[in-house]
């Protein structure tokens, strides 16, 4: 069974706090994303990876980073936590092709007080 | 870059009902179609796709129809049943980087019993 997992389902930070989230994907595949998801505002792409130590924008990189040192992990990081961060993170992973599939972890609940 | 615009945001239908999701997308150059449900504590997981070179695609109660030509596409649900109920988006990859997906903004379907 194919599997992206993400390293916490929860998380409180405080403001200013450097915070780390973690994915780990099984399936071999060349991409990695990171995903912010807000109601009304879909899912917006934060960075995506198509190789290790790759690394692309996505829509809204603002106060992210990203980590890829090897293949199968892909870390999103948060320099400096604000409260406007507050939202629901989902990694997702593809092969590196058109038209493909991506598989998606549980999600990551981050609440920045 | 592709713009995705997905409507309407909530949906409410009696089970038995049917359902339909719309999408405009703003990149001539996508040419593949996917559309994702979102169940209640996951992430979001692929139900069925479509390429630019059909019209329509069935997979049991569930169909998705695309016009090129006025850049739409669209999710029907026939038979709808309350394990129906989730949020749905839809996804456009524009003409950039392989994998690369842009999504909408999702729409909940609630089916009530």
């Known amino acids: 069974d194919v599997k992206v997992t993400q390293s916490s389902r929860y998380l409180v930070k405080r403001t200013g706090e450097k915070v780390f989230l973690e994915c780990v994907q099984d399936?071999?595949?060349?991409?990695m994303f990171w995903y912010r998801q807000d109601p009304g505002l879909g899912l917006r792409l934060i960075y995506f990876?198509?190789?290790?130590?790759?690394?692309e924008k996505g829509d809204i990189p603002e106060g992210y980073s990203v980590s890829r040192e090897k293949k199968e992990r892909f870390s999103l990081i948060l320099e400096s936590a604000s409260t406007n961060q507050t939202s629901m993170y989902l990694c997702?992973?593809?092969?590196?092709?058109?038209?493909?599939?991506?598989?998606f972890g549980q999600g990551t609940r981050l609440t920045v007080v | 870059g592709e713009n995705v615009e997905q409507h309407p945001s909530t949906l409410s239908v009696q089970e038995g009902d049917s359902a339909v999701i719309k999408c405009t997308y703003s990149d001539s150059a996508s040419n593949y179609f996917p559309w994702y449900k979102q169940e209640l504590g996951k992430g979001p997981q692929l139900i069925i796709d479509?390429?630019?070179?059909?019209g329509e695609k069935k997979d049991q109660r569930i169909a998705v129809t695309l016009n090129k030509t006025a850049k739409h596409f669209s999710l029907h649900i026939t038979e709808t049943q309350p394990e129906d109920s989730a949020v749905y988006f839809c996804?456009?990859?524009?003409?950039?980087?392989?994998?690369?997906?842009?999504f909408g903004q999702g729409t909940i379907l609630t089916v009530h019993p």
């Open positions: 990876s198509y190789d290790v130590k790759m690394k």
């Open positions: 997702a992973s593809s092969l590196l092709r058109r038209n493909t599939e991506a598989f």
């Open positions: 399936m071999d595949h060349e991409n």
């Open positions: 996804a456009a990859p524009g003409g950039t980087s392989y994998g690369k997906l842009t």
């Open positions: 479509i390429r630019s070179n059909v």
